[in-house]
């Protein structure tokens, strides 16, 4: 891979990023909300679309340009990788019962004709959300990091890896305004992303953050 291969693919996920920041951003939303408020029933099932139309080109260069295989996970290291890879997938899977699927998706908004800009679902602490405020996001690291690793795909990865980061901040001020002290006492007592076993919350803990009053503020 090239170095002007390099810094392309490096622009396509800074420029992928600031845009799918952009669109998530209150601020946004509250502009739409406000110039163009017929457009928030759409505003989530659009977001979502757009999220995965303009990922294509980016893993298109991935794909395309991959460079030279830097690692690979071979013999008992392959099985090992694929296998945590797949569990996380699976945790994935197991933690959209948790979900409410069709707001997640916009298409609940969109049935409702909805034009808040604030998510209506409560605060939820899934078995998941116990251990890591952030679960998807930790799950993905383990996919992303457990796969053969070209020079393309290690740029994507760090890539991915600092805009989790940075996106966990972004979407925790938003889940702040909309839940106010309920999530600031979670976030004081749950790690981000990565678990520590002395810092997670019981059932019972979880359960008494979700019942306090959904205070937002602005």
């Known amino acids: 891979?090239?170095?002007?291969?390099?810094?392309?693919?490096?622009?396509?996920?800074?420029?992928?990023?600031?845009?799918?920041?952009?669109?998530?951003?209150?601020?946004?939303?509250?502009?739409?909300?406000?110039?163009?408020?017929?457009?928030?029933?759409?505003?989530?099932?659009?977001?979502?679309?757009?999220?995965?139309?303009?990922?294509?080109?980016?893993?298109?260069?991935?794909?395309?340009?991959?460079?030279?295989?830097?690692?690979?996970w071979p013999g008992a290291w392959g099985w090992f990788a694929n296998g945590a890879a797949l569990a996380a997938l699976a945790g994935f899977w197991w933690s959209l019962r948790y979900y409410d699927t069709d707001e997640f998706l916009g298409l609940r908004q969109l049935r409702d004709r909805e034009r808040r800009v604030e998510d209506q679902e409560r605060?939820?602490?899934?078995?998941?959300?116990?251990?890591?405020?952030?679960?998807?996001?930790?799950?993905?690291?383990?996919?992303i990091w457990t796969?053969?690793?070209?020079?393309a795909w290690l740029i994507s990865c760090v890539a991915m890896s600092v805009y989790f980061w940075l996106g966990s901040m972004l979407e925790e001020r938003k889940l702040i305004a909309y839940h106010g002290e309920a999530y600031r006492r979670y976030r004081q007592q749950v790690p981000r992303m990565l678990p520590l076993p002395w810092r997670r919350l019981s059932p019972d803990e979880a359960a008494r953050l979700e019942a306090m009053p959904r205070e937002r503020v602005s």
């Open 1 to 72: 891979m090239s170095v002007a291969d390099a810094l392309l693919l490096a622009g396509a996920w800074l420029g992928y990023f600031v845009l799918h920041s952009l669109a998530a951003s209150l601020g946004l939303k509250h502009w739409v909300a406000r110039r163009h408020p017929r457009w928030m029933p759409g505003y989530r099932l659009f977001f979502n679309l757009a999220a995965v139309g303009l990922l294509l080109p980016v893993l298109a260069l991935v794909l395309l340009r991959p460079g030279p295989t830097l690692w690979d």
């Open 123 to 143: 605060l939820r602490i899934s078995p998941l959300h116990r251990w890591v405020r952030h679960p998807w996001y930790g799950l993905g690291l383990v996919v």
């Open 147 to 151: 796969r053969d690793m070209t020079t």
